[in-house]
């Protein structure tokens, strides 16, 4: 049986789609020290539903489980460092996204829409080893 560590390191939003809720998200993180890049699109609708579908994703990535004749040497076990507190600080990181969103979406006038809509573009958070 072979383990695989992550640690989450930053996710930022390469593009946001207001209309649709659709965001593409860069994730930088390590896998047993090995650094990584991974790059999806989501539609962000429920905080939570959007953080645990990201940390679902990372795990079904890095899970290289095989069937075999040894099962034990094919099964992988994937732990996201910090799984609890990573995901709540997700959930808090998507709500203030969609609250731009929204407030994009709602703005019935042209003043400083352009800085409201490029400000959603570019939107990080890092997480330290400290965590």
Partial sequence: MKSVAINLIKV???RVDPRTRLIDLQIDYSANDSKK????????KDVEETAS????????KEDNSKEGYNVLDGLYVVKINNEEIIEEKLGHFFGRVLDKISAVTNKRS???FLNMYSSLNGQKIEFTKSI
């Fill in 12 to 14: 930022e939003i390469v």
């Fill in 37 to 44: 890049i991974s790059v999806i699109k989501t539609e962000i």
């Fill in 53 to 60: 579908k990201l940390l679902k994703y990372l795990r079904k």
């Fill in 110 to 112: 042209a003043d400083n």
